[in-house]
Structures are given as C-alpha cells and as structure tokens.
C-alpha cells in the first residue's frame, strides 16, 4: 500500500495574548513539534493523547484550517494547500448548521461541488440510510438526539466522497451505549467505503476497538510517542470484542504509555491553574 | 447578541390543578374574566365621581366615540397614514440597517472605526432630534419618515452587527472544510446563522417605531393617529382622545403580534424562539 | 408643485399655488378670502395644521411654506436670528371683544405685578405673544430684569390651561377666546390684566414671506395681500353671526375631521386697522423690548428690514389719513 | 427571556494586523480621528452652504452656545431636572416592576391572569398616554415622572416575571434536595438566578426613560432639557437647542454606561455578559 | 449489616400530555414498575440500565423529590417524607448555583443547616481539600473545566454530611481521563467515609469498577432485572484494575444482560421517533 499521508517534521508554533501580564505582552506557544509520520491508502489510525497535546491542532493543520510552522504536510505527495473536498472533517462538538434539516446539512458539502439539486438529494438519502437514519430527512439539528446528530454529522462528511476521514472526538459527548453502537457503525462504513480514517481520542477502549494502528502521543508541546500495531484483528461486530483477553492486554499496554504523560499533563496544567 | 435559550420553564405547580383537557378553554376565559373587570371599573370609577368624569370618561362613552369615528371613517384614515409612516420607516431601517450592519460586522476595521459613533447616536434619543429633522426636512412625510427611521435603525444595525461577529466559529471552520469560499460563507452561513439576533433588533424596532412616530405626529401633522390624539384633546373631544389611545394601543399589538410570527417562521429550526 | 407663469407683468401670477398651514377648528384670512372668491386665480394648497406661530413662521422660513403667520416679537427674532424674512400684513390682535386675560383664581393673592414674583403662568406656546405681553406688563409696572426672571413661564396645553389653574399648578392662566369664555362661564377666576388693557386695541402679529419668495413672485404675493386685506375687511365690517355662518361652512366643506365649536366663541377680528395695515409701533414696541432686555444688538435690525405695507391696497388711503 | 450568551466572538484576522501592544492606543486613536473627521464635517457643511446656517449652524457655534448655556449654570439646572425626573420615574418602576414581577412570576395563575393585559399595555405607546397623564395628574412634577414611570415599568415588569418563570429547573431541584423550603428557595435560587435577565429589563428601560421624559419635557415643563430643546427651538436659539441636543445624547451615554458597569458587577460569574 | 434503605415494590406512573392528539388528551405512562431491593449500610450499590427506563426517577423518589404512586420506600426504617438533608444528590449536569464561587456552593448546604460562618468556611475548606481543589476557593462555576465543576457537585454533597450519597450519572459529560480520575477519587472518599453510595450509570465499565453489587433495570418500564455481586474486591487503586481478566468477565456478563434490554428499548426509541 501507499502513503496517502506524510507528516514531514511538522512544527505548530502560536503566538499568544499573554494575559498574565498587564503590558499586552505577547508569548510564542509551540503546540505540537517535530511531528513525522505517514498513513496508507485505506487505513484507520486512531491517535491517542493527554488532553492538550496538539491533538486537533494536528488535525486542523491536515484539514488544511492552518498552516504548519516548520515542516510539510503531503496528501498523496503533494502539499497541503488549504481545505479542500479531498478531506472531510467530523468535529467534536456536532457542527451542523442549525437552520438545515437533515438532509440540508447532508447537501451542504455537495452544494459547495456544484452537484445538481435532484442528484444531491440522491446522494443525502443514500448516505442518510448509511447512518440508519431514513426517515429523519426534515428534523432540525435540535429535534435529534446527541447521537443521531453525530451521525448526520458523519453522513455529511461521507457524502462528498472524500478520500480521508478526519474525525477529531466525534463520539466523546455521547453516552456509552450510544457511542458503542456508534463505533460499531463506524467500522461498518470504513469496511464498506474503505476511506482512510484519522481518528482522534481521548478513550483508551475506543482507540484500541477501532484503530488498526494506534499512535500515542506525548503530552505538550505534542509528538508522536509510539505507533503501535493493533494486534486485534478479528472484527466480528456483534461478538463483545472488549470483554476479550486481546483487548485487555492492548488496552493496557496503551494504558501505561499514556499514564506517564497524563500524570505529567495533569501536574502541569495544575501548576498553571493554581498560578 | 447571539441569545440562545438554555433554560427550562419552571411551572410550578399550582395546588389543585384542573384536569388539563379544559385548560385551555379555562385559560381563555379567567382572562376574558380579568378584562372584563377591567373594563367595568372604567365604566364604573368615573360613574361614581372617583375621576372626574370630563377627562376620564367611562368606557361606554369611549367606546361610542371609537364607534362614531370608525363609521366616520376618519379612524381608518388616521389609522392608515399612521401604520404607513410607520412601515415605511421601519422598512427603510431594515433596508439601510440590516446591510450596513452585515458589512460593518464582517470588517473589525469598520466595526472598530464607528463603534463610538454608533454608541452616541444609539443613545441619543431619537425625540430629542425632532425639531432638528423638522427645521432640515420640513414638516411634510420626510421628516416624520426619517425619525422613524432613525429609531428604528440603531437597534437593528447594533444587532447585525452583533450577530455577524458571533456567528460560531466552529460552524465557520466546517464550512471552510468543506471548501467554502468568502462569498459562499458569506450567505450560506454567516447570513443565515446572524437571522434570529438580527430578528431581536427587528421587534425592538417595532415598537420604537410607534412610539416616536405618534410624538411626531403631535407635531404638524395633519392626519394620523398622533395628531388625532392631539387634535382631540385640543378640541375637548376627549372620548375621541382616548377612542385615539385605544387604536394606538392596538396597533401596537398588531405589529407585535406580525413580527412575533414572522420571527417563529424564520427561527423554526432553534429550540426555543421566545416571544 | 408649484405652477410658473412667464413674465412679470400686472396680472400674470408668478405662482398659483400657495403651500400654508392651516389652524385646527379655525379659519384664516386667506382662506376666506378663498372663499369670498377673492383670491382668485391664486390656489390654497393646505400640508398641515400649524402647532404655534414660532414653528409657522420658521416653516415659511425654510420653505415649507410659502407664507406664515405669528406674532410680531417672533418675527422680529427669527429675522434677527438671519433668516430673511418679511412681514406684509398684520392679521390678529386685541381689541376690547377679543383679548388674552391673565387670569388668578379668585382668592389668589396676585393683585398687581409685583405679586407675579416668583410665580409661575401658564400659556400655550412660548416666545410668543403671551410671554412678551406679560413681559412687557411687568416691566411696565417697574418690575426690573432679575425680578422678571423669577416668573416662570409653564407651557401648558390649551385644553389642561383652566384645569391647571383650578388645581393650582400654574398660578396665573393666559386665556383667550373660548377658553376663556368656558371658563368665566363656570366662574371662581378673576382677570388680573390683559393686552388689551395694556396696549389699547393693537395688531399684534403678521403674515410673512421670505423675502426671495416675495423678489421672485412680486406678483402672487401682491394678490395675496390684497384678497387677504379684503377678506379682513370683510370680517371687520360683516355682522358676527354671519361671519360665523361662513367660517362654518368653510370648516364644514374643506372637510378635515374638525369640530365647528371653536368657532361659535368668535367675537371680533380683533385687528386695529384696516385691511391689516401695519404700524410701526407694533413692531416698534417688541423691537424696543427686544433690545432693553439683551435679546437684540442695538441698531441690529432696522424696522424696515421687518415689514412692507406697499402691497396693501388700504395703504394710500392710510396713508393719507396720517 | 432568559438568555445564555453562548456565543464565541469571531474576530476575522485584519491583513497586516499590527503588533498587539500597541493595539489599544491605536484603537483609541483610530476612533478619535473618526470623531474629528466628523465633527468637521459639522463644520464645513454649513459654511459652505451645503446645509442652512441659520437653522444647521457649524460645531463651533454650536459648541460656543453650550458654553454660553454652561457657564450660566442654564445648562446644569436644565440637566439637573431632568435626570431627577428621569431618575425617580426610572427608579419608582424598578421598585414597582421588580417586586410585582418577581410575585406574578412565581404564582402561574397570576400571570395567566394578567398576562394580556401586560401584553395590552406593553404595546401602548407611552407617549400616547401623555395627554392623558396630563389630564389626569397635571402639568406639573407628577405626570412626568408617572410618564417616565409607565415607559420603564413594563421592560423590567416582563423581564422579571420571564427571569422567575425560566430559572433552571435544575437548580431548583438541586436545591430542594438540600432541603430548602419555600421561602429560602426564593431567596437563595430563584432571585439570584434572575438578576441577568431583570437587568437585560432594566437597561432597556434606562433609555426608555429618556425618549419619553424628553417628549414630556417638551409639553407642560419649566425646565429640563427637553424644555431647553423646545423652548430655544421656538426663540430661534439654534446653535442653543443643538447645545441641548448634544447633552441629552451625554446624558443618554452616561446613563448607559452607568447601567452597564453595574450590570457587570452583578452578573460577573456570567460567562459573557455583554454591554 | 443492616438494611440502610429499602425498596417495598416501588411504583412510580406520570400522567403526561398527549402530545400527538389535538385534543390535549392525557396519558397514563408507567416510568418504574414494582422494584423492589434493599442497600445495606456503608455499601456502594451501582445501578445500570438502557436509556430511560427510569434510573432517575427512582433516585428522585429516593431523594423525596417526587412521591411514589404505590409502595413504600424505607430509610432506617421510616418512610421517607420528602426532601432532606440526610441524602445528598449529584445530578447528571453539575447542579452549581453559577452566582456562587466554589466555597459557596459548598456552603450551601450547611446553610440551609444553618451552621455558622465560621464553622461553614472549615468545612467547606475540609472538603474542597479533599476533592483536590485546594486554591480555587473564589472561582465561579464558569471558570472551572467540567471535572472540575463535578467535583464541587461532590463535595457540596458531602459536606452537609449525608449518610447516603445518590448520584445520578455524575461523570457522564466528562472526557475519559478525567473520569477515570474521579472515579478514583470516588472510591478513595468512600472508603474513607464510609457513606452509602448508590450510583447510576450508563457505562458498564463504570458500574463494574465501582460497584460492590450492580443492579441492572430492565428497559421501560424499569424493574429490577438482576442484582450482582461483583466479584473484584481488590481496590489497588494506582493498578490498571480494567485491564485484569477478572474484570473483562464481570464485564462481559453485564454486556449479555444489558444487550437485551439496550436492543429492546432502541427498538421501541426508533418506532416512537419515526412515528
Ligand atoms: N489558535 C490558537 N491560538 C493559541 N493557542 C492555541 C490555538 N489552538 C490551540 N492552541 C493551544 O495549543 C494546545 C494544543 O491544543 P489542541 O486543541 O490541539 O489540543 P488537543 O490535544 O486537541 O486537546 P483536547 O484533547 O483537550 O482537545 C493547547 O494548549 C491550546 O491551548
Ligand atoms: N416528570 C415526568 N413526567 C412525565 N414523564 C416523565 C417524567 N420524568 C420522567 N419521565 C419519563 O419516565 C421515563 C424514565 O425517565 P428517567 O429520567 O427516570 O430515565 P433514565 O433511566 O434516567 O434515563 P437516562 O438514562 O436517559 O437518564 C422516561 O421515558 C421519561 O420520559
Ligand atoms: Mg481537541
Ligand atoms: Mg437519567
């Protein structure tokens, strides 16, 4: 398989409002650094790591939101120019348009490609039955539940047809039943479309249940502590894979790498807070 | 402002409640009930020398009095130069505020530059310039358009403006991810998502502008429920006075009740749009 | 829209169309001279009704309308005040029927001017007529500048004058023509003076142009001034109930939702002299105030910058009697 | 209406923004030289005969009045009476409104009741009422501050009863749990869980307040500001009734800016309570 | 150990509003159906069961915020009679009174207790040490990160010294690594407490690392389906007890159980939404 992604040494640096002092001074803030390390063509990489380590900051870079510091970032060996239909971006928070139903926020993305109307409609139901939502066509985002808008959210990154899935938390603030079912889902479609899928978490279980590679991060400034190779393999979605001794014994082996950094994120955050 | 409303109406139980079927005929009729009294202490307080009857004439005399000029048809007169004074103003306010309020918005450079001079001129009230419209657009429709106008502007262009500079930033990142450009930002999400905190500075307006447009009218005027008012009061017609107040009170009602339905109409898709 | 008619000769009108403010439940001169068919081919284009004579006049001043009407003081200050104005004839006033009374309660204590210290009068527009009438009455009476300042000036809608003498808010009530009469007519008030009895019968306030409009349609305002003269004429001459009679039909017939009981109360044109002509001291005695009290620069205003009686066809007949 | 500022300010990033440091002086300055460039506009127009001099005079004339009118203690006496009245009416409405609304709200029933009747007199013009106030309470003192009184009552009076009807249901179970009775509950949660959206109320009614006494100023007044308006306005004062103007716009900032402060001082655990 | 609360077939059935018929029918809607159980003294009960199938009903009840339709609920043996100081309850989204800082949402409590000041602020100190928040006594609630927020929740409830702690999905909004934190934290101050605890939760790996017995709930309306003894007793709270094989099991017989009933109660969710 091939490189459908390069990280080339990326560094991230924000000039920030130093709000401490009184003089409106200001503070260079390096959020990820030295960043190298590459995805395949129909991969699913689940990328783990203490809460502000750069885990979205790296995302943005890849959804090309900002730009990169230092270093480079490729898709199929090219440079990243800025955001494009070629990725499609599945945010933490639900980040549907409000005023469109469903299905409105499903067209939103092929809108912007120009698709005819008749066509589009096509398109949106299809991928609305994907997410098993037929029938919730015309609901407004706040008449669905958490769960369901994550997954209209999730349709309407599907629907464009990017190559690559960048998918920052996107079932953190759902309830674990839901989330479960949702993971299931999501394994589904990535089997049945075969995208290459970043996926971004702060859940140890989640990473390990989905990713095929799992890469651990360090805490700040973020970069790439480990890659591990999941050693799950057998994807049968209705068996209680978490319950397995596999699954134990690589959700511990994660469990320990990141306790280190998280101890050392915590500690630091705590210095800064009581500050 | 970008108001959203989080919170949860509170109906604290009353002791012993009436089963709910009837609720709401019973509603309709306890208020019917309070009007009523209402209604009959005007009748009777003056009748019984509490007021004195010359300015504060019982109901009935009113009301005959609004009767004689409907039939007239004089109150429909007044009634029609009024309300379209008053939507044309209102209408021109919305036409110059809600465009300038999107540009202003969207540049912080302009935002910055006429801040201060937007605050001044928001709190200048509007009466105040009365005799300066007068003595520089005359006493005709102009000047009495134009203070209408002037009321109604700040609030609706102050709210623009809010609701510009606090569109979500996270719906403003998906929108880019999905390749949007300025343009299409501009009128796909910055424009619909500004509506219901623009719509808030629209109903403010409204009742502004009666309350200015009934002071001007006072004021060289020769029709309009303003002038009625005065004229009648000048003339010792004082039923007709208060037959005057009464429209006045109801086609503030009206307007209110317009826009409160056109604003459901357009934020139907937020959780709840409070009237 | 104003009509022009080329050239300047006698009889070709400059303008046809006069804009003007009317008063509520009253009639002008002008517009009886409409009626009495006097002002033809002029035209009436009435745009309003006129809320004091200050605003009538800076209507006309800015060319709202192209005449207005208020009293003399006014006239004077809003010429000093560098609008261009003219007056051309005078067209209210006060005679021994029709007057403005300062009224008291009856057991009030004012008796004379000096009582008026510290008072405060009720009247119905400010900088006018009723406020330089009491002035003048005061410094008549030797009140000086500062004990004139402390009588207050309360601006109080016709309708609430009487009320708000019966309740005591205003100490003193400015009343004339109906008001009055209502009011004697339930009685308990007592005049204390009024304009008549101080300056005799006298025109107190005149019809303006500016005096562009006047350079520009020489013609059209001399119509103006003659069909008004005369329809003055006709009112001081005419019996009162058939003055009456015809303000009635006029009201009726222009047809602006107002009452004709205002009317029923008219006594007297209350103009001096005839046709409106204007004297000096009419404008000589408000000039002369204006001045002593620092309103006015000495020598600012000449009375020739104020007012012209050439277009009022009783001049040489008046003239001739002086 | 009980609004949550959720909103997150967007501030687009100026091309060639400059060093942040010396943002606030620039800002300052920027905004200075709009002020200037306007006010010689003030000055320039008239003398060139773009607008009438006698009835538009140039600033410095205009400025020179209101230093003749200052220095004469004129201006202080016609500002003084006017903020009393302003003020008394506006605080004989707090007093009222906030009480009446705090029990309307708690008790359903009354505000079932009362409900249209609020709406009804809402939407009544104030200045409709001032022949009214006049005929029934005089010309003097009184009738002023009950005009000032009826156009600040019914912001604060809705406001206040939407506070206590959408105070978080939440809270109130919460503090139920901690066994509060009736009495402590009103106390403890639902008045300070309503003091935002009452002051939203009150800041609305602080220029209410103005609008409507400087109409009433201007009929039946010895002084005030609108007085000083009107009666300069018919002695052909100009340049003095533009002085008049000028202080009712100060007087409209200060009042503003005063409510603003407060509100920040007492709503500062809010996230964001904006001005 | 004796019975510290006690369950005697606990009905609980709302009447609610139809909100499907026009005619504002009324609906009767069983919400828990004859649980019966009993929790001894000092034990730490978890309780999981699908969505709405009336966990947080059952905890009001408990808390005396509602009354039961038919059956009995016994604390030491009485009948409980309404709200009180001897149950402390967390709820879902943390209940903090948002006027109030840290220190005096802790003090609330024992306020209501009527404790003195002084006495008030060493408690409040006692346990805002004792959730690790040393130091963010004067924070307002909207300064605190999410975990935070909980843990004042927490130690509100525990300051006013209840003998047993309800908790209603208290760490449900929270990212994983905070929640295996206060999990952690829970446990410690149990242990050193010595309360009795009964926890609701929706994540199965939660009730398991928690609970001394697990109760698991049918789908709606809600009964008791199983009570479990768990089988991990050693509380090594520094060691990745998740990762242990015995935990995996407990787990899994969780899963099985649930399973069911999760099916069962989405089926109905999606015939009822679809509807
Ligand atoms: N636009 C920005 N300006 C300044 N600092 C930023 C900006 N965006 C992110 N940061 C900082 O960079 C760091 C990394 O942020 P990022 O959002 O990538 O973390 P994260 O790993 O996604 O954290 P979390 O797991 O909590 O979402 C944080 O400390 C954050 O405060
Ligand atoms: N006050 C009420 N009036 C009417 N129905 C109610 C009321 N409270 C709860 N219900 C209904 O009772 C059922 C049980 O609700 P409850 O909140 O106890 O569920 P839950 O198990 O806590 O669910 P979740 O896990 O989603 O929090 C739900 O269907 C709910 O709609
Ligand atoms: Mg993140
Ligand atoms: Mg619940």
Redesign the interface.
């Known amino acids: 398989m091939t490189d459908k992604i390069q990280f080339n040494h990326v560094s991230k640096v924000f000039t920030i409002r130093d709000s401490n002092e009184r003089k409106n001074g200001i503070k260079e803030f390096t959020a990820i650094n030295n960043v190298h390390f590459s995805v395949k063509v129909g991969e699913f990489l689940t990328l783990v790591g203490p809460s502000g380590c750069g885990k979205s900051t790296l995302l943005d870079l890849l959804g090309g939101l900002t730009k990169p510091t230092s270093g480079q970032i490729l898709i199929d060996g090219k440079p990243i120019k800025g955001p494009g239909l070629d990725r499609g971006i599945v945010f933490q928070q639900y980040a549907l348009f409000p005023w469109k139903t469903a299905m409105g926020n499903i067209e939103f993305g092929l809108e912007a490609k120009e698709i005819p109307k008749k066509e589009r409609t096509e398109i949106a139901r299809h991928f609305l039955a994907l997410v098993g939502l037929s029938g919730f066509e015309n609901r407004y985002p706040h008449e669905l539940s958490g769960g369901m808008k994550q997954r209209i959210a999730i349709a309407r990154s599907l629907a464009y047809e990017p190559d690559v899935l960048l998918m920052d938390e996107p079932f953190a603030a759902l309830d674990a039943q839901t989330r479960e079912t949702l993971q299931t889902e999501l394994l589904r479609i990535w089997e049945k479309t075969k995208k290459t899928i970043i996926f971004i978490t702060h859940g140890i279980d989640e990473a390990v249940y989905l990713g095929e590679r799992i890469a651990v991060m360090t805490s700040r400034p973020g970069t790439i502590k480990q890659m591990i190779q999941n050693p799950i393999h057998s994807r049968n979605l209705d068996e209680d894979i978490r319950s397995t001794p596999g699954f134990a014994q690589a959700r511990h082996q994660i469990w320990d790498l990141l306790r280190e950094e998280v101890h050392q994120s915590q500690a630091f955050e705590r210095k800064n807070e009581t500050a | 402002m970008a108001n959203v409303n989080k919170s949860v109406t509170v109906t604290i139980p009353a002791p012993g409640r009436i089963p709910f079927s009837f609720h709401w005929l019973q509603k309709l009729l306890k208020q019917t009930v309070v009007m009523m009294v209402l209604l009959f202490l005007w009748e009777v307080a003056p009748r019984m020398g509490l007021v004195d009857q010359t300015f504060f004439p019982p109901f009935s005399i009113v009301a005959e009095g609004w009767w004689g000029l409907a039939v007239s048809g004089d109150l429909y007169d007044h009634f029609l130069a009024s309300i379209l004074r008053s939507l044309s103003g209102f209408g021109l306010a919305i036409l110059i505020g809600i465009p300038l309020g999107l540009v202003i918005g969207w540049y912080p450079l302009a935002n910055e530059l006429l801040n201060p001079v937007l605050e001044l001129f928001r709190n200048t009230a509007a009466l105040a310039l009365l005799p300066v419209f007068i003595l520089l657009l005359g006493i005709g429709e102009t000047s009495k358009i134009a203070i209408v106008i002037f009321a109604c502007l700040f609030p609706i262009l102050l709210n623009t403006i809010n609701a510009v500079r606090n569109v979500d930033l996270l719906l403003i990142r998906s929108a880019k991810s999905m390749g949007l450009g300025s343009t299409q930002l501009f009128y796909k999400v910055i424009l619909p998502a500004s509506i219901p905190t623009i719509f808030t500075g629209i109903r403010m307006s409204g009742s502004a502008s009666i309350l200015v447009l009934i002071a001007a009218e006072m004021v060289g005027a020769k029709e309009g429920l303003g002038y009625l008012i005065s004229y009648t009061q000048m003339n010792f017609q004082i039923p007709e006075m208060y037959a005057g107040i009464i429209t006045i009170a109801l086609l503030g009602l009206i307007l209110n009740f317009m826009l409160v339905s056109i604003e459901k109409k357009l934020s139907k898709w937020k959780e709840n749009a409070n009237g | 829209q104003k009509e022009k008619v080329a050239g300047t000769g006698d009889g070709e009108y400059e303008t046809l169309k006069m804009n003007y403010?009317g008063t509520?439940?009253q009639v002008i001169y002008p517009e009886l001279a409409e009626e009495l068919g006097y002002l033809e081919p002029l035209e009436l284009e009435?745009?309003?009704?006129?809320?004091?004579g200050?605003?009538s006049i800076?209507?006309a001043?800015?060319?709202?309308t192209d005449f207005g009407g208020a009293f003399n003081g006014?006239i004077i200050?809003?010429i000093?005040?560098?609008?261009p104005l003219k007056s051309v004839i005078g067209y209210y006033g006060s005679d021994e029927e029709t007057f403005n009374g300062y009224y008291v309660l009856e057991d009030s204590p004012i008796k004379d001017a000096r009582d008026f210290i510290g008072k405060?009068v009720?009247m119905n527009?400010?900088?006018?007529h009723h406020e330089s009438v009491l002035k003048e009455y005061l410094r008549q009476n030797g009140l000086t500048d500062e004990e004139i300042k402390q009588v207050?000036?309360?601006?109080?809608?016709?309708?609430?004058t009487e009320?708000?003498l019966r309740?005591n808010?205003?100490d003193v009530a400015v009343l004339g023509g109906m008001l009055r009469d209502r009011a004697l007519e339930k009685g308990g008030i007592r005049k204390v003076f009024s304009d008549y009895d101080l300056f005799g019968a006298f025109t107190a306030g005149s019809y303006v142009f500016t005096e562009q409009f006047i350079k520009e349609n020489p013609n059209t305002v001399k119509k103006f001034v003659e069909a008004t003269a005369k329809a003055i004429e006709w009112a001081r001459t005419t019996p009162k109930e058939e003055v009456i009679a015809r303000f009635e039909k006029i009201i009726e017939e222009r047809d602006?939702?107002?009452?004709t009981?205002?009317i029923q109360y008219f006594k007297s044109t209350g103009i001096a002299e005839k046709g409106g002509y204007i004297h000096e001291q009419e404008f000589q005695v408000w000039l002369d105030w204006l001045e002593k009290s620092g309103e006015l620069k000495k020598e600012e205003i000449s009375l020739d910058d104020l007012f012209m009686n050439e277009f009022n066809p009783y001049e040489v007949e008046l003239k001739k009697e002086e």
Chains 1, 5 share one sequence.
């Open positions: 403010e509520v439940g009435w745009i309003g009704n006129t809320t004091s200050p605003a800076q209507n001043a800015t060319g709202q006014a200050k809003l000093a005040s560098g609008a405060k009720g527009t400010m900088g006018a207050t000036i309360v601006v109080v809608p016709p309708a609430n009320q708000s309740q808010q205003i602006r939702k107002e009452e009981e205002t």
